[in-house]
């Protein structure tokens, strides 16, 4: 068996524009790549770990620090550092959901949700989007009816993405936790795609839990993530253990239940924080990301035969477009097929569109500064052409 541990170097930021929908703001700041050096040992925050013995105190470097600016960011009361936005579901379904109690999800939920719920032994009940691809607080109300009068009491825990991962459209996310905590239900707002890329204020939002994803929207490295609260649901998420060793009496401090005691312990904590302060910063400079995602689906727009499948106008820079009318049309006959148009894409420098796909796609311009979405807009109108595709007004 060849046994080798050697590893190329990955060239794509430094070669490539990348549209990838994952990966847009996951990607490293310089401070952040530093970080990773200087902390790349495993336990390495805990150098100066002293009683009480649990991360979000450390104060060198400044983590306890961290957790409290973390909670500001978002808007709410307390944070904790998650090894991915898919930890901080877990925990909050570990805390509320018992077997066979109902939550909603909606039919745009990540499948981490799903999971959560699963290992928790909750029963998934989906608040069905609406033609526009809207998750709607109509919708969440007739649902959460409707499970109340099959199970015969509310749901424990209502699920909503802010932006949601297929279209990369936003919900209606104040209204619906209006309408669950009018049910007593707990909201958990998955701001995967929206803490650390745009402006997100739980509280206004009416939220009693906000999850983020590090490696997805915090310049930070993976797995990592937060989950922050308000101080009331903070006692229940952010419990500290009860249980004792039953020969040795041994008890377990202050250590959380749910965070199993501490949770980043290295690189990818020290990576968050070393971005933190450009992402605090690049939020301000939302519409300018937004402004350069419109560049780019006007161009695609452009290209006869292509639909943008995301809500218009975009009010995120991850969008679905469907070129089964253009760009397939050109791989029935082209040599490479499907393949021609990501080969098209790396031959002018851009990444990140899934090979092969020229049928319903997503793309994510964001982090691209003004001449690369300017540079990517004409890719793709000058492969079009290339390839006998008309350019109409968009
Ligand atoms: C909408 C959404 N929520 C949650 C997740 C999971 O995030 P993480 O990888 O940080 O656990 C993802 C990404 O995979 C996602 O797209």
Redesign the pocket.
């Known amino acids: 068996m060849k046994c080798t541990a050697e590893i190329e170097l990955r060239d794509v930021e430094e070669m490539y524009i990348n549209i990838d929908p994952?990966q847009a703001g996951g990607r490293l700041t310089a401070d952040a790549m530093k970080a990773v050096i200087a902390y790349g040992d495993g336990y390495s925050v805990c150098d100066n770990c002293k009683k009480p013995f649990r991360l979000d105190y450390i104060q060198k470097p400044p983590i306890a620090d961290f957790h409290q600016d973390l909670a500001a960011f978002v808007g709410m009361d307390e944070a904790r550092v998650?090894?991915?936005?898919?930890?901080?579901?877990l925990a909050v379904a570990g805390t509320y959901v018992q077997k066979g109690d109902p939550v909603m999800l909606t039919g745009?939920?990540?499948?981490?949700?799903f999971i959560a719920v699963e290992n928790a032994g909750g029963v998934p009940l989906e608040i069905p989007k609406n033609e526009a691809n809207i998750i709607t607080a109509e919708a969440a109300a007739a649902r959460i009816e409707e499970a109340e009068q099959t199970f015969g009491r509310s749901p424990v825990l209502l699920f909503i993405?802010q932006?949601?991962?297929q279209y990369g459209n936003l919900h209606e996310v104040k209204e619906i936790a209006r309408v669950a905590h009018s049910h007593d239900i707990p909201v958990l707002v998955?701001g995967?795609?929206t803490v650390g890329t745009m402006p997100v204020d739980g509280k206004a939002l009416g939220a009693d839990f906000v999850?983020?994803?590090?490696?997805?929207s915090m310049a930070a490295p993976?797995?990592?993530?937060v989950l922050a609260t308000t101080s009331e649901r903070a006692e229940e998420v952010f419990r500290t253990t009860q249980i004792k060793g039953d020969v040795t009496g041994r008890t377990f401090g202050i250590k959380e239940v749910e965070m199993m005691g501490c949770t980043l312990m290295g690189v990818t904590l020290m990576g968050m924080m070393a971005s933190f302060p450009h992402v605090q910063e690049r939020v301000r400079h939302w519409d300018e990301h937004l402004a350069n995602s419109r560049l780019v689906v006007d161009a695609l727009r452009s290209i006869e035969g292509t639909e943008v499948r995301s809500e218009m106008p975009r009010r995120h820079t991850l969008t679905r477009v469907d070129t089964t009318g253009s760009f397939d049309k050109v791989a029935e006959t082209h040599k490479k097929r499907g393949f021609f148009l990501s080969s098209a894409l790396k031959k002018q420098g851009i990444m990140g569109v899934i090979p092969g796909a020229t049928k319903v796609w997503k793309f994510n311009t964001y982090g691209l500064t003004r001449a690369q979405a300017e540079y990517v807009a004409q890719a793709y109108t000058r492969i079009a052409e290339e390839n006998g595709l008309s350019i109409v007004s968009s």
């Open positions: 994952i998650v090894p991915g936005a898919r930890r901080g579901f745009l939920s990540h499948y981490t949700e993405d932006v949601d991962y998955n995967a795609y999850v983020g994803s590090g490696h997805k993976a797995p990592s993530g």
